[in-house]
């Protein structure tokens, strides 16, 4: 009965290859996020999206795509992956009428390591 | 004292101690605020929010204290147990339209029994 779940937990891969993070929630909720957490534990949000459109894009680079299938899922694929991508990436959800405001529920994380 | 390795803010008590952690939030038109607590490998779990128009916040346990004057908020637990052992987070928002939770440095906490 995982309410936000990430898969994989763990990711080692090389320099330029293509990963994808996968996330899910059960809650119901209409928002989700992808957030990165750096080496000293700072956490940064990265995207948001609502009832399946983009609503929020951090300066982030275009090599990272996030996708949305259904309001339940939302992906994160990494292009030509790059040392300093190297972190742990959260996923979360907040319920409906809330837009960003709000409980955020976070996934486990994925570690993803980049070599 | 504080953390080299993760250069975190870093707070030990004994178990059975109350423990304070500080945060220092950034924008003066955040109107509601979000104590996270992380344990090691885990995801940020929410532990208590309060909204600007209130100054005090009480769950069980832990008390949320807003001093919009000086912009900052604390967290209060009492009776503080080994389970409390994590890094907390206080997180920041501002109610206009979609806007993004902004999460502060995080502080160690850390429980001796």
């Known amino acids: 009965d995982t309410a936000v779940s990430q898969t994989p937990k763990y990711l080692v891969t090389q320099m330029g290859n293509d990963k994808s993070i996968k996330c899910e929630q059960n809650l119901g909720h209409d928002t989700m996020y992808w957030y990165k957490q750096d080496s000293k534990k700072f956490l940064k949000i990265m995207f948001s999206y609502n009832n399946k459109e983009l609503i929020i894009n951090e300066t982030v680079p275009n090599r990272f795509s996030p996708k949305s299938p259904d309001k339940a899922h939302l992906n994160l694929h990494i292009n030509s992956l790059e040392l300093g991508d190297s972190a742990v990436y959260f996923c979360a959800s907040s319920p409906a009428g809330q837009g960003t405001r709000g409980t955020q529920y976070f996934g486990p994380g994925t570690r993803l390591t980049v070599l | 004292g504080e953390s080299v390795g993760l250069h975190l803010p870093t707070l030990s008590v004994q178990e059975g101690d109350n423990s304070i952690i500080n945060c220092a939030y950034s924008n003066s038109a955040s109107d509601y605020f979000i104590w996270y607590k992380q344990e090691s490998g885990k995801g940020p779990q929410f532990i208590i929010d309060?909204?600007?128009?209130?100054d005090k916040r009480q769950g069980q346990r832990v008390t949320v204290l807003l001093n919009k004057t000086v912009k900052h908020l604390s967290l209060q637990i009492a009776a503080t147990q080994p389970g409390d052992s994590a890094v907390y987070f206080c997180?920041?928002?501002?109610?206009?339209?979609?806007?993004?939770?902004?999460f502060g440095k995080g502080t160690m906490l850390l429980v001796s029994p």
């Open positions: 309060i909204r600007s128009n209130m």
């Open positions: 997180a920041e928002n501002i109610d206009s339209g979609y806007s993004t939770l902004t």
